[in-house]
T-cell receptor, first 114, second 112 residues
């Protein structure tokens, strides 16, 4: 049973560019959440997708957007990259209606903006 | 708003020593509380959780008790091993919502 997978593992972009990160949830999970983890910090909630719609959003600008596909996989898009967007981006999956259940995290995508 | 505060700085200790990592929280209502662990090069893994006051979560020798009166969820282990070296994050999710708010994490280094 594959867990949460993310691609790519590492990415280097230049300021002003756009980036797309991908996530495949754990088998049987229908909800995907994205988190940003800056170096030396805890993860910060970006947003959550369920039934192909954004269900919740954290305190992130509109440059951060996402999408969920019918197979529950998800993308995170960041436009007009800033140096401060350099971080580890984590995807977590869970099953809707089971709020107290564990969220399963992927290994993350390390984004470096130069 | 909801927030989690962890004690500052890394923790370095010898094998078989007692480990405590402090965690306090601010939240409205009755959140669920979690400890996650991040081993080098790996994703976050749930270590233990507690969903209501006075609950004790436990796993792999680690324990934490949900203390509503002190808004705390301190992590403890009686005898650490080198393999426990990792970063430990305290987190909460509001009642009925699985959006997680994390603390800054504590690097734990266990020396043989």
């Amino acid at each position: 049973d594959a867990g949460v997978t993310q691609s790519p593992t590492h990415l280097i972009k230049t300021r002003g560019q756009q980036v797309t990160l991908r996530c495949s949830p754990k088998s049987g999970h229908d909800t995907v959440s994205w988190y940003q983890q800056a170096l030396g910090q805890g993860p910060q909630f970006i947003f959550q997708y369920y039934e192909e719609e954004e269900r919740q959003r954290g305190n992130f600008p509109d440059r951060f957007s996402g999408h969920q596909f019918p197979n529950y996989s998800s993308e995170l898009n960041v436009n007009a990259l800033l140096l401060g967007d350099s971080a580890l981006y984590l995807c977590a999956s869970s099953l809707s209606g089971r709020d107290m259940e564990e969220q399963y995290f992927g290994p993350g995508t390390r984004l470096t903006v130069t | 708003g909801n927030s989690v505060t962890q004690m500052e700085g890394p923790v370095t200790l010898s094998e078989e020593a007692f480990l405590t990592i402090n965690c306090t929280y601010t939240a409205t209502g009755y959140p669920s509380l979690f400890w996650y662990v991040q081993y080098p090069g790996e994703g976050l893994q749930l270590l233990l959780k507690a969903t209501k006051a006075d609950d004790k979560g436990s796993n792999k020798g680690f324990e934490a008790t949900y203390r509503k009166e002190t808004t705390s969820f301190h992590l403890e282990k009686g005898s650490v091993q080198v393999s426990d070296s990792a970063v430990y994050f305290c987190a909460l999710s509001p009642y009925g919502n699985n959006r997680l708010a994390f603390g800054k994490g504590n690097q734990v280094v266990v020396i043989p």
